[in-house]
Nanobody, 123 residues
Framework: QVQLVESGGGLVQAGGSLRLSCAAS????????TGWFRQAPGKERELSAA????????YYADSVKGRFTISRDNAKNTVYLQMNRLKPSDTAVYFC????????????????WGQGTQVTVSS
């Protein structure tokens, strides 16, 4: 059974940066697409960014486009989310999730999830 562990969250001032990591254990990630979802208090979970198994296809929500970069290192079994120019509206719990095949914006199509990491951006 695969385990996904997120790390890298924390408290940062607006305009700052954080890099989240999603490390997988139990199997290789090389044939799995990965999505970074986030859930703010009182809001539904939404897809922020996603990457195909090869890295050739990426997706960004409009709210993070130009500020976030998703990448993967299959040799390290890890997917990253570099978050720059953070805003208070980016405050949320960030989850990584994986599924076989291509990425999807439907969270129900992901069958492996991490426990989440809190990102708090102060104004």
């Amino acid at each position: 059974q695969v385990q996904l562990v997120e790390s890298g969250g924390g408290l940062v001032q607006a305009g700052g940066s954080l890099r989240l990591s999603c490390a997988a254990s139990g199997r290789t990630i090389s044939s799995y697409a990965t999505g970074w979802f986030r859930q703010a208090p009182g809001k539904e979970r939404e897809l922020s960014a996603a990457i195909s198994w090869s890295g050739a296809s990426v997706y960004y929500a409009d709210s993070v486009k130009g500020r976030f970069t998703i990448s993967r290192d299959n040799a390290k079994n890890t997917v990253y989310l570099q978050m720059n120019r953070l805003k208070p509206s980016d405050t949320a719990v960030y989850f990584c999730a994986q599924r076989e095949g291509t990425w999807s914006d439907n969270e129900m199509k992901y069958n492996n999830w991490g426990q989440g990491t809190q990102v708090t951006v102060s104004s």
